[in-house]
């Protein structure tokens, strides 16, 4: 049997999330207040929110790994004893990790590497990278793999909701104009990751709350009679996180649990504090 190393970004998160897989993190740099810091490794999430609420003046930029530490990462499975390997990373419309990932596997000697661009960002990725090592564990394909990952990828749907824009604005994910425009009118828009990968808006909202309010009408909608897991996503925001959970959970008692995950640093400099996420993945309809 064929030994498949996994691995994926930091923005995955996956340091805030249980598991029991051997899967390897290529992390991203945080620069804030003149330092930089190792996501997790250097900076934690409760550190970084700390951080940004004594200082708002703080605005963190994120630096990613070089196609060099990607190579090295390769490099490291194929002399523990790796065939394979395969590398999750963030949706390439949100960084240029995805690119260097392929630079760095057309470099790399005596391992075949597998690139597979999400096409999101954060606990999904962790869902691929782990249901990749089940599946390595029985045996599977990688084209087998790629299958499975493609219909996670295929049969999600991520929205949330921002508090302050100019987060997304500053580390380039916004323009400034419409950040201008926004701030004029006072929109908190919600957003969305489209089935590309890039984020955009999906309704313009006068305000944080009535965001997330719609941001939970949006999912409820989606999700009627469907299959399905979701999860929260939170940056630093645990009371907001409840609140929707217990909206979801009185409409849709079946459910019993909504998984709660907090954004890393690589994220939330994105997203800013008390950004959140309510997001669902549809789950694989069982043979007959």
Do not use: W
Not at 134 to 155: T, Y
Request: hydrophobic letters at 40%; glycine letters at 6%; a negative charge.
């Amino acid at each position: 049997m064929k030994k498949l190393g996994v691995l994926v970004c930091t923005n995955a998160a996956i340091d805030y999330i249980p598991h029991e897989y051997d899967v390897r993190v290529i992390r991203s740099m945080i620069l804030m207040g003149g330092k930089e810091y190792i996501d997790y490794e250097e900076l934690t999430a409760n550190q970084f929110y700390e951080m940004l609420e004594s200082d708002p003046s703080l605005f963190p930029r994120t630096s990613m790994a070089s196609t060099g530490t990607m190579l090295e990462a390769y490099e490291k499975l194929r002399d523990e004893g790796c065939d394979e390997a395969l590398f999750v990373t963030i949706s390439s419309k949100m960084s240029g990790i995805y690119e260097n990932a392929l630079i760095a596997a057309k470099m790399v000697e005596g391992i075949k590497v597998t690139v597979f661009d999400s096409k999101t960002v954060g606990y999904l990725q962790c869902k691929m990278a782990f249901t990749a090592h089940e599946m390595a564990k029985a045996g599977k394909s990688m084209d087998e793999i790629i299958e499975e990952l493609s219909f996670i990828r295929d049969n999600n749907h991520v929205y949330f909701a921002v508090n302050d824009l100019s987060y997304l604005v500053k580390n380039g994910r916004l323009s400034n104009a419409a950040n201008f425009i926004a701030g004029l009118l006072k929109i908190k828009p919600l957003l969305e990751i489209d089935k590309n990968g890039a984020v955009v808006t999906a309704e313009k909202i006068r305000t944080f709350t009535k965001a997330v309010d719609r941001m939970v009408d949006k999912f409820l909608a989606e999700t009627e009679g469907k299959d399905y897991e979701p999860f929260i996503i939170h940056a630093n925001n645990p009371e907001t996180a409840e609140a929707i959970r217990q909206r979801i959970l009185s409409l849709r008692p079946e459910l019993k649990e909504i998984k709660e995950y907090i954004l890393t640093p690589a994220v939330g400099a994105h997203c800013g504090p008390k950004a959140i996420t309510i997001a669902y993945v549809l789950n694989r309809p069982k043979a007959k």
